[in-house]
Nanobody
Framework: QVQLVESGGGLVQAGDSLRLSCAAS????????MGWFRQAPGKEREFVAG????????YYANSMMGRFTISRDNAKNTVYLQMNSLNPEDTAVYYC???????????????????WGQGTQVTVSS
């Protein structure tokens, strides 16, 4: 079992940056692949980025590649999402998720993730 708590969301202007954090409880955090998803009003929850349990393997949705960076610090039980060049289409609730399976490559399907945080709101004004 793992509990996830996101932080770092807020209201920013187009072109700004934000860094989201996800703090995880539990000793087995370092064994989990981690992912970030987002959900805008009236839309499906979509994959943003994922990172393998050890960190070297990352995977991004096409629209985020080059703007977003996922990373993790297993010593701090924390995963991060650095978001640059934000635009209004990035407005959504951002969720952190944990996949307890021993993935070498992170998965993009939300159904592969067993644990979810409560989400943090990111709003980008034009």
């Amino acid at each position: 079992q793992v509990q996830l708590v996101e932080s770092g969301g807020g209201l920013v202007q187009a072109g700004d940056s934000l860094r989201l954090s996800c703090a995880a409880s539990g000793r087995t955090f370092s064994r989990y692949a981690m992912g970030w998803f987002r959900q805008a009003p009236g839309k499906e929850r979509e994959f943003v980025a994922g990172i393998s349990w050890s960190g070297p393997s990352t995977y991004y949705a096409n629209s985020m590649m080059g703007r977003f960076t996922i990373s993790r610090d297993n010593a701090k039980n924390t995963v991060y999402l650095q978001m640059n060049s934000l635009n209004p289409e990035d407005t959504a609730v951002y969720y952190c998720a944990a996949d307890p399976r021993p993935r070498v490559v992170p998965m993009s399907s939300r159904y592969e993730y067993d644990y979810w945080g409560q989400g943090t709101q990111v709003t980008v004004s034009s």
